[in-house]
């Protein structure tokens, strides 16, 4: 296992499998089958590593879940996401996640992958829906795209404190009410 591909899908499926970050990129290269060296040469030190990996693992996570995106035919929607995001398959990644933005709000700049990926790309996608089924509404798309993606991140850091799947869907079916009647008005 050398090349640069191969090496950084394998660590992500690996820390995808594995549900956390603990590992250091020294026993991430061993579990995956090759060297720390060959880790250093191909990204050029830690923080290409952890920057790749963390565009390998969003990669890997939209294809897991775009055919969420594809049904939605309502993107100021949130609930059709409920199903998904109460597995516990979901729940590893979004503890990565969740390891990822800490490591991002120590270091922004070494983490500006991750926020043009899992933050304004995202935001921009569903910004573009809004404005498609909502042509009238291209003036607040942005913002109500940013509550969108704030919101599915808040409530899923509370399910997954909680537990609480009752709670998630009740809180996401009042969220798509409100969304829908900011568009209304």
């Known amino acids: 296992m050398n090349s640069k591909e191969t090496i950084i899908s394998a660590a992500a499926d690996y820390i995808l499998e594995k549900g956390d970050l603990s590992d250091s990129i020294r026993d991430i290269a061993k579990?995956?089958?090759?060297?720390?060296?060959?880790?250093?040469?191909?990204?050029?030190?830690?923080?290409?590593?952890?920057?790749?990996?963390?565009?390998?693992?969003?990669?890997?996570?939209?294809?897991?879940?775009?055919?969420?995106?594809?049904?939605?035919?309502?993107?100021?929607?949130?609930?059709?996401?409920?199903?998904?995001?109460?597995t516990q398959e979901y729940k590893k990644v979004f503890n990565i996640v969740l390891e990822i933005y800490l490591k991002a709000l120590k270091n922004p700049e070494g983490f500006s992958a991750f926020r043009d990926s899992y933050i304004d790309d995202w935001i921009a996608s569903i910004s573009q829906g809004i404005d498609r089924q909502y042509p009238e509404s291209r003036n607040i798309s942005g913002t109500l795209a940013r509550i969108k993606v704030a919101f599915i991140r808040g409530i899923l850091l509370d399910y997954f404190m909680t537990n609480d799947a009752q709670a998630l869907m009740d809180a996401c079916k009042y969220m798509d009410n409100m969304l829908q009647e900011s568009i209304a008005h």
């Open 31 to 86: 579990n995956v089958g090759t060297s720390h060296r060959m880790v250093n040469y191909h990204f050029g030190g830690s923080d290409g590593f952890w920057e790749a990996l963390v565009n390998e693992i969003r990669k890997k996570e939209i294809l897991r879940i775009r055919h969420l995106h594809e049904e939605n035919k309502y993107p100021l929607s949130v609930s059709p996401y409920v199903n998904t995001f109460i």
